[in-house]
């Protein structure tokens, strides 16, 4: 076996799963219904001249390209996954996804704040009944991409292993989330024109959900960011390692230290080591594979004589 061969067959860990596939094809599903109530609502609500419903469609436009680019992250993942020239597998694939995903949602919320206080300045005439009727439609579209996303959300017992949770899959059922809610404020800022006159509450509906979207985003951003970056030293595995190299000997010392994430759930780890006497690199690889989320395991260690 030559070295190349060598180094495929020590690269073990394997970033997708059956949960993955299933997780492709329920995102598939829920990209291809938000596609055609997203042209659905966009129409209608330039033709009712209806902001709320609009902006939800809108809103629903850029949940089918992050849907679509959630996809496209499992489909590519799945094709690289044994691929050599991924040192770390293809796990940050969908987590790049999710990054942009949440971009694309800090964008959405400037579009809709903008153009709801276009609105407000400068109101216009809504047909109400046919408005409210077509925002009920998407948002039945909505709790069936949600239902189809949630499936595979988050199996995982937050409290034991919060850091197995698919980044794609969660930014994808938030964005399906946050259009849930943008139908939810249309219909109610319709109703209220429709009944009681209060034809301001439909732009400053489309306000409120811009907000609360760039906080979700924003969010988001943090936490794939914090992933895309290998700022992962202060997660409990770290602690994990440390606890495991002093527990050996004494006389052994954490020179430096490197834990990044490459998967769900899996980590590798990269640790320098002193020590004032022999141990085998073999046997602190073997105490450290105790924890099953370390799948990458270097050690290098100096001998110093005192």
Known sequence: MNTVDTIKQNRSFNNFDEANN????NTLY???LTFLTMIVEIVC???YNSMALLADGWHMSTHALALGLAFIAYVLSS????????NFGTY????????TSAILLVLVALFMAFHSVERILSPVNIAYKEA?????????VN???????KDNHNHVDSHEHHHLEDINLKVAYIHVLTDALTSILAIIALVAGMFWGIN?????????ASILISIWAVSIIKQSGTILLDANMKDPVVQEVIDVINSLNQKVRIEDLHIFRVGKGKYGCIVSLSSEEFIDIGYIKKELSIHEELVYISVEIVNTDV
């Open 45 to 47: 609500g330039y033709y």
């Open 132 to 140: 409210i009727w077509i925002a009920i439609i998407g948002l039945v």
């Open 200 to 208: 301001w509450l439909d732009p400053f509906m489309g306000i409120v």
């Open 143 to 149: 709790i069936i991409c949600a239902w189809l996303l």
């Open 22 to 25: 299933i997780s492709k094809r």
């Open 30 to 32: 829920a990209t291809i």
């Open 79 to 86: 094709k690289y996954a044994n691929d050599f020239r991924f």
């Open 92 to 99: 940050k694939i969908e987590v790049l996804a999710g990054y």
